[in-house]
């Protein structure tokens, strides 16, 4: 016979929920601030061998101004993740914008070619450990595409006293901000009143980061998983769509896009053997809206552009949208501007009161489930 373990009252009860809480809440934080602390060095380091390579490398002369291409492919070829051409370049200048980030580390690791380079951290600029503990590197990417320090600076602390997310900081930067709060009368109160209406950066935003993907080798849907009624839907999705056997060949689940220095995520990307193509799939539990037609165009048109190869047919995307009892189906035959490609297409992929049917299925057994 089992007992019941003693409790002096709601109140004393409730106390222990909420230390188990806050316990949790601070080890989050915790983790999420180590994280950030490791990725962000490990690109200022990167950035760093990168700036000593160009200053001081006695082979500089032979790599001259393809380095950054040829150092890409050979961190690939060694399977360091996140070291494309372009994220080298974001490095160096991350490097360049924030030399003072050196303070954290041991003098003893820094070539004195650089230190003679970079000088000492300006007095005016936020402290490095609170600048590496409380901003992610998205936000260092996003801070180094200011030219102008002072500018920089400004985000900085705002950022800092603001507690910021990434989003945040880019809204505020494309808004103009800092220009706006030049011109205002009441600096004091424009920042106040900015802070009330900013999006809050929290730990499970840092660990859901791409470039946090890439650092700690996870997968995108290991970690961003959406709604449990879509994630659930999309396994099954996949098998259903492999299953019929129209030539679907699968390549990639959460394929992340990085398109204009911001990351995206195809919730299916399949090759199509018999058309030639590749075909993007997205499902989304809710009602068709327009926005999620343009987004899946978005995609579709990197395909075009990055993915295609000599032989290829132009890609093609597939928008499944779905609410309780109401499914709604739309393909977006993006650019698809042969009728006969378009005929071919209807003929092989899955018709839509096929595709009507799976949903309603799928719905009413997940639904039966919980």
Same mark, same amino acid.
């Given at each position: ?130 600048? $590496?503990? /409380?901003? *992610? ?8 595409? =200011?030219? !102008? @320090?002072?500018?920089?600076? %400004? ?37 106040? $009143?900015? /802070?009330? *209406? ?8 840092? =660990?859901? !980061? @791409?470039?946090?993907?890439? %650092? ?39 394929? /992340?896009? *990085? ?112």
């Amino acid at each position: 016979m089992s007992e019941s373990l003693p409790f002096h009252g709601s109140e004393d009860f409730e106390t222990l929920a909420q230390a188990i809480a806050e316990a949790h809440r601070q080890m989050a934080a915790q983790a999420s601030r180590a994280v950030n602390i490791g990725l962000s060095l490990r690109n200022w380091l990167i950035g760093r061998h990168i700036a000593e390579f160009e200053l001081a490398g006695k082979d500089r002369a032979e790599y001259g101004e393809h380095l950054f291409s040829r150092l890409a492919a050979r961190l690939k070829a060694l399977r360091i993740p996140g070291c494309d051409r372009r994220e080298l370049y974001r490095y160096r200048d991350f490097f360049t914008c924030y030399p003072q980030i050196m303070g954290t580390l041991s003098p003893q690791s820094l070539p004195s070619v650089l230190l003679e380079k970079v000088g000492t951290a300006s007095p005016q600029s936020a402290p490095e450990m609170q600048l $590496l503990a /409380r901003l *992610s590197y998205s936000h260092f990417a996003l801070l180094c595409e =200011i030219a !102008d @320090p002072e500018q920089r600076r %400004f985000y900085e602390i705002e950022a800092l006293r603001g507690q910021w997310s990434v989003r945040e900081l880019k809204r505020q930067i494309g808004s103009l901000y800092y220009q706006r709060s030049g011109l205002s009368g009441d600096k004091d109160a424009l920042s106040r $009143l900015t /802070r009330e *209406s900013c999006e809050v950066q929290t730990p499970a935003q840092v =660990i859901r !980061d @791409p470039y946090v993907f890439e %650092f700690l080798g996870l997968q995108p849907a290991e970690v961003m998983r959406e709604a449990d009624l879509e994630t659930a839907l999309i396994d099954r999705l996949q098998d259903f769509l492999l299953e019929l056997g129209h030539g679907f060949c699968f390549e990639a689940r959460q394929k /992340r896009l *990085s398109i204009g220095g911001e990351y995206f995520f195809v919730d299916l990307v399949f090759y199509h053997r018999i058309l030639k193509c590749h075909v993007l799939v997205e499902l989304k539990t809710d009602h068709f809206r327009h926005e999620h037609l343009g987004q899946l165009n978005s995609y579709v048109g990197w395909y075009r552009e990055n993915a295609m190869t000599p032989g290829d047919q132009p890609p093609i995307g597939l928008l499944l949208c779905t609410a309780k009892n109401d499914e709604l189906l739309r393909y977006a035959l993006a650019g698809l501007s042969d009728s006969l490609f378009v005929s071919r297409y209807q003929v092989e992929l899955p018709r839509p009161e096929d595709m009507s049917a799976f949903l309603s299925r799928a719905l009413h057994e997940l639904e039966g489930a919980q």
